[in-house]
Structures are given as C-alpha cells and as structure tokens.
C-alpha cells in the first residue's frame, strides 16, 4: 500500500468514526485514527461532557484504546478529521488539528515508540489534507525521556 493510500485509508476511518461523536454541546465532531506499526488501524472520537472540562479529545481516546492492547508503543501515524455538525453531518472545508493537549499526549505515544509520529490533518470532505511530524506541531516536546525514561 502506497502512502497516500495509506493516508487515505486513516483519514477515511477517522471520518467514520468522527461519525460516533457525541458533540452535543460544540455541535463539532472529531474523528482520530492511529495506524499501528503492523499495519492495523485504532479510531476514536470526541466525548463530550455537560462538565466540559471532563471532555475527551478524538486523538486521546484513541490513544487510551491502543493503550488498553498493549499497543501504545506501536502507533506510526494519525489521522484527524473534524467538522460542524449541521443536518446530521459534519460539514467544513478546512482541516482540524490536534489540540495542544492531544499533541502532548501523541507525544508520550511517540517517544515510547522512539519514532516521529506522521500526523495527517484533513477537512471534514477529507478535500483537503495536511500533513506534518509531529516535532513540527509541537517543537522542543517534553516528555518520558526528560524524566530519564
């Protein structure tokens, strides 16, 4: 599988399972999906909560899945798609990126695994797409290897 069907096929679950979200408060759904390092796909999505700062992020949700396998050291890339909720679908044409807490929490998945983690941010369509490394999104990271880990 080339990259960017391989991108594609992330994106394409992070739309479906950005499907799942339960947004009922920002009205705005996201979608992450993690590709593992044999080639298998994690999702998650937003969780809100009427306590909003108890919310769960698309990115950490998925994180926390791979964490429940064992897998958390295994994850290569990520995939994020998000929109406005209107109609029942998820509507807008620029692509979403990982919060600064999420970015945080890639980061402890990434230096687990000792790799620069691929992030594919895309539009809602999926029309439009951005990718970068992760130590471009978050630049001079802290984490386990700052504790001598």
């Known amino acids: 599988m080339t990259d960017i069907e391989t991108r594609n096929r992330l994106i394409a679950a992070a739309r479906e399972a950005a499907g799942n979200a339960h947004a009922p408060y920002s009205n705005f759904a996201v979608g ?3 590709l593992l ?14 306590s909003y700062g108890l919310s769960l992020c ?13 897998r958390l050291g295994d994850v290569a ?3 994020i798609v998000g ?22 929490v890639l980061n402890e998945a990434a230096q687990i695994g000792r790799r620069d983690l691929t992030v594919h941010c895309a ?11 992760l130590s ?7 984490g386990p290897a700052d504790l001598g880990l």
């Open 123 to 133: 539009s809602a369509d999926g029309g439009e797409v951005r990718t970068h490394q």
């Open 83 to 104: 929109g406005a909720i209107m109609g029942g679908r998820m509507h807008g044409d620029a692509p979403i990126y990982p919060c600064g807490r999420c970015r945080q």
């Open 32 to 34: 992450a999906a993690l």
């Open 136 to 142: 471009e999104l978050l630049p001079h990271a802290f």
């Open 77 to 79: 890339a990520v995939a």
């Open 37 to 50: 390092t044999d080639g298998s796909v994690v999702t998650g999505t937003n969780f809100e909560n009427a």
């Open 58 to 70: 698309a990115e950490t949700v998925a994180l926390a899945t791979a964490n429940v396998g064992g």
